[in-house]
């Protein structure tokens, strides 16, 4: 079964901080992977995903991640946080084919707090 | 606008009582999906269906249950609440194409408390 690690539960950062929050996954085969965000009081909404391709994937409001399939890794980054990131951060994956791939599977977030 | 569109937005029930959490989506998607989340604890899948009347269980399914009569419409049910169902509880949808997974489109949350 697929699961997700994402080894920073609470990061505390002050604004123009650089941001990297890690994420791991369990499964050896196609995978597609996903970083959504949590604003306070909000529903999921998507930050970026990876299907195939270029392993540097760019997002919404200034978000990008690296797939390292050797490392099982799609770690997030942003090199300038704002006070208006502060939300929760949650890695996704997907293995891209077989019974049941169409779940998606999570890690129990990464909570990002912002200092102005 | 299109989307996800989830009721009622918060409820307090008593303990025993029971109550449907609706689901609707307008984006033509075959899969929906209904989450649980905890604080610390990520999302847990309760159930989900891939198709009209097609429904099968996630990693939490006790205590719940859902119908998949219509490719729009994907209720959950609570018969006897229970203190430990006290949670936001999320639905969401999905296409999948043939080279991969586009992701969920969530809707806003159930935020249930039982007392």
């Known amino acids: 079964a697929q699961s997700v690690s994402q080894h920073n539960h609470h990061v505390i950062l002050s604004e123009a901080a650089s941001l990297e929050l890690g994420c791991n996954y369990s499964?050896?085969?196609?995978?597609?992977l996903f970083w959504y965000v949590q604003y306070p009081g909000q529903h999921l909404q998507l930050l970026l995903k990876y299907f195939s391709g270029d392993p540097l994937v760019k997002g919404i409001k200034g978000f990008e991640a690296e797939f390292i399939k050797s490392k099982f890794s799609f770690n997030l980054r942003k090199p300038s946080v704002q006070w208006s990131d502060t939300a929760e951060y949650f890695c996704?994956?997907?293995?891209?084919?077989?019974?049941?791939?169409?779940?998606?599977?999570f890690g129990k977030g990464t909570k990002l707090s912002v200092i102005p | 606008n299109a989307g996800v569109t989830q009721t009622p937005k918060f409820r307090i029930l008593k303990i025993g009582q029971s109550m449907t959490l609706q689901c609707a989506q307008d984006m033509n998607h075959n899969y929906m999906y209904w989450y649980r989340q905890d604080p610390g604890m990520g999302l847990k899948l309760i159930y989900y269906?891939?198709?009209?009347?097609?429904?099968d269980k996630g990693e939490v399914p006790n205590g719940y249950n859902v119908s998949r009569s219509t490719t729009e419409d994907f209720p959950l049910r609570l018969e006897l609440a229970a203190p430990s169902q006290t949670s936001v509880y999320f639905c969401a949808s999905s296409r999948r194409a043939g080279q991969g997974h586009y992701g969920y489109t969530f809707g806003s949350g159930t935020r249930l408390t039982v007392v």
């Open positions: 499964y050896g085969g196609t995978v597609n």
């Open positions: 996704a994956v997907n293995a891209g084919s077989g019974a049941g791939s169409y779940q998606l599977t």
């Open positions: 269906s891939v198709g009209a009347g097609i429904t």
